[in-house]
């Protein structure tokens, strides 16, 4: 049976019908040529039962195309070597929480740029092996890659954190990861917070250093705290990152471990335990201790002095 050359991704060779599978009916002339001519492509468009998506590129029926086609033909569309990128490329590795309207594509720095509606095309000097998949279809970024990547382009502080701390939340990608595929990178806007959000994704609690939560607190004339406090229980202890024990105060700071669901349910169990205790308890994420410590150096006055 006659094969063609492996789609975008795949290194295996196809059949026809493999071919269709394997990129969701989505095909280029080039690629059908081992088993229709360019007339008869075009036979089957202007019959109405293929629809043309762009210059070379067709889907092989004739409904609306789905989400997953309109991928497939974007990336088809764009010149050799490029590769779904940022959200659009986490998506199809299964990140979840984020709505992806456009489809972000990395073309080949110096390729011409595609122009086709719902298509974002970035330039990029770093389209290797070392940040794209060579195998996965359809072809796009490693999951580092579209991390920083989606974080870098978004003017929102909060959805930058909320990419990168969500990478690695659903395993998509390790916190050593991303520091590699930093390293590749030249400059790029949101690195600061970025670097940050890697922190807290590895850390924690551990990664907002004492000085940070300190500085806020003389800032607004707060005696110093007790600094991890234990808290006993019949089955363990754990601790409270501060605490003001004349006022039966206390303040915790949140990283990433309150995302996770079974560690958020722990969470509020120990939080509930604190309150029994007769403590009052004020939280505040590592990201509002760093970048708006106006409000919570405001809530901690408030809190010290009610």
């Known amino acids: 049976m006659v094969t063609h050359p492996a789609p975008v991704g795949d290194a295996a060779p196809l059949t026809f019908e493999e071919l269709l599978a394997a990129q969701d009916g989505v095909v280029t002339v080039h690629q059908v040529r081992p088993w229709l001519t360019g007339p008869e492509v075009r036979g089957e468009v202007d019959a109405g039962r293929w629809r043309r998506f762009c210059r070379g590129v067709v889907i092989t029926h004739n409904a609306p195309p789905t989400r997953s086609q309109l991928r497939w033909a974007h990336l088809l569309g764009c010149p050799r070597g490029s590769a779904l990128a940022g959200l659009t490329a986490l998506a199809v590795d299964g990140l979840t929480g984020f709505e992806v309207?456009?489809?972000?594509?990395?073309?080949?720095?110096?390729?011409?740029?595609p122009e086709?509606?719902?298509?974002?095309?970035r330039w990029s000097t770093q389209l290797t092996s070392a940040d794209v998949h060579p195998?996965?279809?359809?072809?796009?970024?490693?999951?580092?890659?579209?991390?920083?990547?989606?974080?870098?382009?978004?003017?929102?502080?909060?959805?930058?954190?909320?990419?990168?701390?969500?990478?690695?939340?659903?395993?998509?990608?390790?916190?050593?990861?991303?520091?590699d595929?930093?390293?590749?990178?030249?400059?790029?806007?949101q690195r600061g917070l970025i670097v940050e959000s890697i922190d807290d994704a590895e850390g924690g609690i551990d990664s907002v250093p004492e000085r940070d939560f300190d500085e806020v607190r003389r800032r607004y004339g707060l005696p110093a705290p007790d600094r991890q406090v234990v808290v006993r229980r019949t089955d363990g202890r754990y601790?409270?990152?501060?605490?003001?024990?004349?006022?039966?105060?206390?303040?915790?700071?949140?990283?990433i471990q309150h995302m996770e669901l079974l560690s958020w349910d722990a969470d509020l169990d120990r939080m509930g335990?604190?309150?029994?205790?007769?403590?009052?308890?004020?939280?505040?994420?590592?990201?509002?201790?760093?970048?708006q410590a106006h409000r919570v150096g405001m809530l901690l006055r408030r809190a010290y002095e009610a």
Do not use: M, N
Not at 181 to 189: F, Q, S, Y
Not at 273 to 291: C, L, N, P
């Open 135 to 179: 195998l996965r279809a359809p072809r796009r970024t490693r999951p580092a890659r579209s991390v920083l990547d989606a974080a870098s382009s978004s003017s929102v502080d909060r959805r930058c954190r909320a990419v990168v701390l969500a990478g690695v939340q659903q395993r998509l990608v390790r916190p050593a990861d991303l520091r």
């Open 181 to 189: 595929a930093l390293t590749r990178r030249g400059p790029c806007a």
């Open 239 to 255: 601790y409270l990152d501060a605490e003001w024990r004349r006022k039966r105060l206390a303040a915790e700071v949140h990283g």
């Open 101 to 113: 309207a456009p489809t972000f594509v990395a073309i080949p720095a110096g390729a011409r740029r």
């Open 273 to 291: 335990e604190v309150v029994a205790q007769g403590r009052r308890v004020i939280q505040f994420t590592s990201y509002a201790v760093r970048h």
């Open 116 to 121: 086709r509606q719902g298509l974002v095309p």
